[in-house]
């Protein structure tokens, strides 16, 4: 079964340290990976995704079929980052999220 | 352009009052989505529309859930006999899948309070 596991639900960081939020996958085939950004008071919008290898906002992720892990990173957190942070697999149009993460950065 | 479009934004009924959620993709998407967002459950899949077909309703909770779609645009997500646990926040996306990669756009969401 498809499944996304996010084991921290608060990742607390200060502002320029870097943070690694992380998302494993269990899925039968390709797997089509992205992260998902929730800030306060904002609808779901999506950061990025595994295929485009972009980094979006000084946020990265690479897919590791090996460790089936799409952990996102950053090395210098900013103050705006703090959210709510999904990861998502792709599976026959629908996605599937982990449970996400909050991070928050203290200044 | 204007995003994806949800009403209401919040709704508070009875149990065993049924209610109506509204969706208004975004222009041009054939491909739209709901998804329940609740404190135990996270985010869940409910049912997925291409056009006014529902290929996928395999993440629809029970039979009281519903949901239709006209004319390629609006969808409304029917709940019938409300009970307390279907207390959470709706959201609806839609996609355009002929776009390369079929990025889902984000409605607001419907906060449902059963009471």
């Known amino acids: 079964a498809q499944r996304v596991t996010q084991p921290e639900k608060l990742l607390s960081v200060f502002k320029g340290a870097p943070v690694e939020l992380k998302c494993n996958y269990s899925?039968?085939?390709?797997?089509?990976l992205f992260w998902y950004v929730q800030y306060s008071r904002q609808r779901l919008q999506l950061l990025l995704r595994h295929i485009s290898r972009e980094s979006i906002k000084g946020f990265t992720a690479d897919l590791n079929k090996g460790e089936t892990s799409f952990h996102l990173k950053k090395p210098f957190a900013q103050e705006e980052d703090s959210a709510m942070y999904y990861c998502a697999l792709l599976s026959f149009q629908k996605l599937v999220f982990g449970t996400g993460t909050r991070l928050l950065v203290s200044p | 352009g204007a995003g994806v479009s949800q009403s209401p934004s919040n709704k508070v009924t009875e149990k065993g009052k049924d209610v109506e959620l509204r969706c208004d993709p975004i222009s041009g998407h054939t491909a739209l989505y709901w998804y329940r967002q609740s404190l135990g459950q996270g985010l869940e899949f409910l049912i997925y529309?291409?056009?006014?077909?529902?290929?996928?309703k395999s993440g629809l909770p029970s039979d009281r859930f519903s949901a239709e779609r006209t004319g390629g645009s609006v969808s409304t997500l029917t709940i019938q006999r409300t009970q307390q646990e279907d207390s959470a926040v709706y959201l609806c996306?839609?996609?355009?899948?002929?776009?390369?990669?079929?990025?889902?756009?984000f409605g607001p969401g419907t906060r449902l309070t059963v009471l």
């Open positions: 996306a839609s996609s355009d899948p002929g776009q390369g990669y079929n990025e889902q756009f």
């Open positions: 899925y039968s085939g390709s797997p089509e």
């Open positions: 529309f291409q056009g006014n077909s529902a290929p996928d």
